[in-house]
């Protein structure tokens, strides 16, 4: 990365859903502006730990690219329009990737409401 000072100021955010949720919730995160880009993994298994018993369910995983400074919003919204009690989201924070792929993103993000 030639520029050291935007190590840091990007994440990866994963986010799983129902199959039938996945285009619009990922549209509306663009819309938003809340990220820059949603790649939608479809068909993916989960099994997991719920209520006292392991449940094993279809979903799709969305993966996010957006700046560290809307994580808060994103989280938030997210919640407000998933269809889960306890929606899965997911952020890793980026410590290297192509300047130019960078700047894209922040250009195509929003900036974070006060």
Do not use: F
């Not at 799983?16 to 549209?27: F, L, M, N």
């Not at 969305?62 to 407000?80: S, W």
């Amino acid at each position: 990365m030639r520029d050291t000072e935007e190590k840091g100021k990007y994440a990866v955010v994963l986010i799983t859903v129902p199959p039938r949720s996945a285009d619009d919730i990922a549209r509306k995160l663009v819309e938003r502006k809340l990220v820059a880009c949603v790649n939608i993994v479809r068909d993916i298994k989960s099994l997991y730990w719920w209520e006292g018993k392991v449940v094993e369910d279809d979903e799709a995983l969305l993966i996010c690219k957006t700046r560290q400074d809307l994580l808060q919003e994103l989280m938030d919204y997210v919640k407000e329009i998933h269809p889960y009690s306890v929606p899965e989201i997911l952020a890793l924070g980026v410590s290297l990737g192509n300047p130019e792929y960078l700047e894209w993103v922040k250009g195509s993000t929003k900036e974070p409401e006060k």
